[in-house]
T-cell receptor, first 112, second 114 residues
Framework: NAGVTQTPKFQVLKTGQSMTLQCAQD?????MYWYRQDPGMGLRLIYYSASEGTTDKGEVPNGYNVSRLNKREFSLRLESAAPSQTSVYFC???????????FGPGTRLTVT | SQQGEEDPQALSIQEGENATMNCSYKTSINNLQWYRQNSGRGLVHLIL?????REKHSGRLRVTLDTSKKSSSLLITASRAADTASYFC??????????????FGQGTTLQVKP
């Protein structure tokens, strides 16, 4: 099992450009999450999908959109990137009742 | 806003010593978890303690939970250089168990010197 995979690993964008971060899990988990991590801080929840077909805002959703494509895949889109979105983005998944989350390796995004 | 606050922010010890880090949170919880993050990597789950438990052990890890003080501590005994990492506590707010949403603390950076 690959667990949780994320692509790309690194990305540099100019202000105003758009991009989609991809996340996939092969553990048959029903819940998936997108977090951002800024230097010296913990993770902040951007969006989550408690089950296939549903998505909800987290703590810091502004400037982002998500798509739960199917049970395996959950993508995060930046429509018009801003320097404030420079961060490391992590995808995670879990199964209802399991509580512990499994994390991907992260995408390091720089917006100039 | 961050639910958890961790203390200390940074900790440096010698190999073989014990490391203790603390986490405080604000709201009632179902569970509290601890995660480890090695530099440049994703988080890895270490241990979960339920709100009706006071202490839990896993190998060299010991976690305590005091719900009256809304605080938890993680003790790593006989530390090794490989324990060098950042450690985060995470809580799931009471009533959110069907979503699995977690709120993370800001983390403690542990350096274990050989």
């Amino acid at each position: 099992n690959a667990g949780v995979t994320q692509t790309p690993k690194f990305q540099v964008l100019k202000t105003g450009q758009s991009m989609t971060l991809q996340c996939a899990q092969d553990m048959n988990h029903n819940s998936m999450y997108w977090y951002r991590q800024d230097p010296g801080m913990g993770l902040r929840l951007i969006y989550y999908s408690a089950s296939e077909g549903t998505t909800d805002k987290g703590e810091v959703p502004n400037g982002y959109n998500v798509s739960r494509l199917n049970k395996r895949e959950f993508s995060l889109r930046l429509e018009s990137a801003a320097p404030s979105q420079t961060s490391v983005y992590f995808c995670a998944s879990t199964r209802t009742g399991l509580y512990e989350q499994y994390f991907g390796p992260g995408t390091r995004l720089t917006v100039t | 806003s961050q639910q958890g606050e961790e203390d200390p922010q940074a900790l440096s010890i010698q190999e073989g010593e014990n490391a203790t880090m603390n986490c405080s949170y604000k709201t009632s919880i179902n569970n509290l978890q601890w995660y480890r993050q090695n530099s440049g990597r994703g988080l890895v789950h270490l241990i979960l303690i339920r709100s009706n438990e006071r202490e839990k052990h896993s190998g060299r890890l010991r976690v305590t939970l005091d719900t009256s003080k809304k605080s938890s501590s993680l003790l790593i005994t006989a530390s090794r250089a490989a324990d060098t990492a950042s450690y985060f506590c995470a809580t799931d707010a009471y009533g959110s168990s069907n979503t699995g949403k977690l709120i993370f603390g800001q983390g403690t950076t542990l350096q274990v010197k050989p």
